[in-house]
């Protein structure tokens, strides 16, 4: 089974610059979340969607960061404008139905410098 | 504030010994409690988990031990090997193990030959 895939796989941009970040889940895994892991610390949802419509986004700053799931298949997740303290790895998961735990990918490390 | 609160932060164990990493936690409507292994340029990896109506999991070397009126659970890894060497996060959820995951901070093992 492949696994979840994400690109880029670093990124370097400049504070007040946009950024996108792009996630294929597992065929056919309805459920998708963004996570975002600041150096240290544990990861941190930011939004869920189950297929092409969101469950939890309470977490996300929707002032600058934004997410879409066309079609209930990719995702993407933009930032814009990006902040200092936006420099983390952004984590993108998937699970299917009824199957206990997500499959990660291997995120997109953001430096904003 | 942090909801679920691990301990150590870092934790050094000689090969074949034991490792304990501990969680604990605050909100009962949690109902679901994995263990992810990470290791450096990784996604977090599913290692085991638990729900609140059973006191203990073994699976392998991984044991979850949960006490829940102590609001506390951890991990045990028996035997330990320099291949274990990662860090490990606690997590819960309210929304089984489909849900948002809330997650410690993480343990860094490293398992000395």
């Known amino acids: 089974e492949a696994g979840v895939a994400q690109s880029p796989r670093y990124k370097i941009i400049e504070k007040r610059q946009s950024v996108a970040f792009w996630c294929n889940p597992i065929?056919?895994?309805?459920?998708l979340y963004w996570y975002q892991q600041i150096l240290g610390q544990g990861p941190k949802l930011l939004i869920q969607?189950?297929?092409?419509?969101?469950?939890?986004d309470s977490q996300l700053p929707k002032d600058r960061f934004s997410a879409e799931r066309l079609k209930g298949v990719d995702s993407t997740l933009k930032i814009q404008p990006a902040k200092l303290e936006d420099s983390a790895v952004y984590l993108c998961a998937s699970s299917f139905t009824g199957v206990p735990g997500y499959t990660f990918g291997s995120g997109t490390r953001l430096t904003v410098v | 504030q942090q909801q679920v609160k691990q301990s150590p932060q870092s934790l050094i164990v000689q090969k074949g010994g034991i490792s304990i990493i501990n969680c604990a936690y605050e909100n009962t409507a949690f109902d679901y409690f994995p263990w992810y292994q990470q290791f450096p340029g990784k996604g977090p990896a599913l290692l085991i988990a638990?729900?609140?109506?059973?006191s203990e999991k073994k699976e392998g070397r991984f044991t979850i031990s949960f006490n829940k009126s102590a609001k506390q659970f951890s991990l045990h890894i028996m035997d330990s090997q320099p291949g274990d060497s990662a860090t490990y996060f606690c997590?819960?959820?309210?929304?089984?193990?489909?849900?948002?995951?809330?997650f410690g901070k993480g343990t860094k093992l490293s398992v000395k030959p």
């Open positions: 969607f189950q297929n092409n419509g969101v469950v939890d």
């Open positions: 065929s056919g895994h309805a459920t």
């Open positions: 997590a819960a959820s309210k929304g089984g193990s489909q849900g948002n995951l809330i």
């Open positions: 638990i729900r609140p109506d059973v």
